[in-house]
């Protein structure tokens, strides 16, 4: 495994981490803890140290089999990210919840989830840019920062062409961006990338695989049940993704190497990305993407 710097916040992050958006149901499969402990320990075996969650992956349900899982381990072994902002009523359907309370009960309910004291990374969670601008909800976060419950705080940007929010980020404290990023979406690499890298701000790359078009187990005209979240996404922009992720397949992919792995290194070419944050199902293919650092130079 390979570290990077993550921007200001001096934290050291495996260049790969585990996304765990799937361990709240939503993307085609039900967890259980002894799934998610064998997901974790593989990712623990291959030197992976970054974490990412949110409030909204169930209610609070990915946090609570993560929690589950620190509560018998070695908690500072691990960087946790978890955001705020949404309130999960079921599958798929969630509202916003940005106000400064609402927000402090959310904190205390994810350190309760995730059976610790601290959360090393607290991230806006793709809200508008009104709600960013509360300075009341910035200056409550802060105080959260100063008591120990919150290490950094960050923000997981809706669009990836936010640049308001991206500039504002030092202006609140918030020292990491995360944002999609993949070779089907090469968008931040205009704006957002300078203001991160000028503002010295740590990146994470979240659906680096492009929900899963470019893990090479998916050729054009691929179908999705009903209950994995990809079925919702609109048909033609579908077809196009899987038809020019097979194009990407057979044109830039080296002969030999496995498309996911090529994916995952390819988002961390570009020198601000500290970490890459896909998901994954199954311990295999924790060690599959964390196999990805063997390509990163």
């Given amino acids: 495994m390979k570290y990077r710097r993550l921007g200001k916040t001096e934290l050291n992050v495996s260049v790969i981490g585990i996304g765990t958006w799937q361990f709240g149901g939503e993307w085609g499969q039900q967890f259980n803890q002894d799934e998610v402990d064998a997901i974790l320990d593989k990712g623990q075996e291959c030197g992976i140290n970054l974490i990412d969650t949110a409030e909204c992956y169930g209610d609070h349900l990915s946090e609570s089999f993560i929690g589950d899982y620190l509560s018998r381990r070695k908690r500072e072994d691990w960087i946790v990210a978890t955001k705020f902002g949404h309130h999960f009523h079921e599958r798929f359907t969630r509202t916003d919840v940005f106000g400064a309370e609402e927000v402090l009960k959310q904190l205390d309910a994810s350190l309760k989830a995730l059976k610790t004291d601290y959360i090393d990374l607290y991230q806006f969670h793709s809200g508008p840019d009104e709600v960013f601008d509360n300075d009341k909800l910035w200056t409550v976060l802060d105080k959260q920062v100063q008591a120990g419950k919150i290490r950094h705080l960050g923000t997981s940007i809706g669009s990836n062409d936010n640049l308001h929010q991206t500039d504002a980020s030092s202006q609140v404290n918030s020292q990491v961006i995360q944002v999609v990023y993949n070779r089907l979406d090469r968008t931040p690499e205009n704006r957002v990338f300078p203001s991160c890298e000028r503002q010295d701000l740590g990146v994470l790359a979240r659906v680096?695989?492009?929900?899963?078009?470019?893990?090479?187990?998916?050729?054009?005209?691929?179908?999705?049940?009903?209950?994995?979240v990809r079925h919702r996404k609109d048909a033609e922009l579908v077809r196009r993704s899987l038809e020019e992720a097979e194009q990407i397949r057979k044109n830039e992919v080296p002969e030999g190497v496995d498309m996911a792995r090529w994916a995952l290194a390819w988002c961390l070419k570009h020198p601000v990305v500290s970490s890459v944050i896909p998901g994954c199902k199954n311990p295999a293919q924790v060690a599959s993407n964390a196999s990805a650092a063997d390509l990163v130079d």
């Fill in 208 to 228: 680096p695989l492009a929900s899963g078009f470019l893990s090479g187990k998916y050729k054009p005209g691929a179908q999705f049940d009903v209950t994995d």
